[in-house]
């Protein structure tokens, strides 16, 4: 991968495990109420970093998540993508 890569692009390379750690070690993320079972959810749907980066607020909706977070979550991949 190119030095001048993004940070999406970087993630679309992750599996399942390495996103779940990125996902509850990055600052950006520390306002949004995800829960344990958000991260059970991305596990046993083997969700990786590029399908994560393809979700919606209605899917993190179906995960069980309340609207607020669901909406700063589908933020947060937007501004991931820019």
Known sequence: MSSNSTLAD???????E???NFLREDSELSH????DGFFTRLEGENITG??????TR???R??????RPALELEDYIK???E
């Open 58 to 60: 209605q899917e993190f």
């Open 10 to 16: 970087r993630l679309e390379e992750y599996e399942t």
């Open 18 to 20: 390495r996103l779940i």
């Open 32 to 35: 949004i109420e995800l829960g």
């Open 62 to 67: 179906e995960f069980g998540m309340r609207l």
């Open 79 to 81: 501004k991931l993508c």
């Open 50 to 55: 590029h399908l994560f980066l393809k979700l």
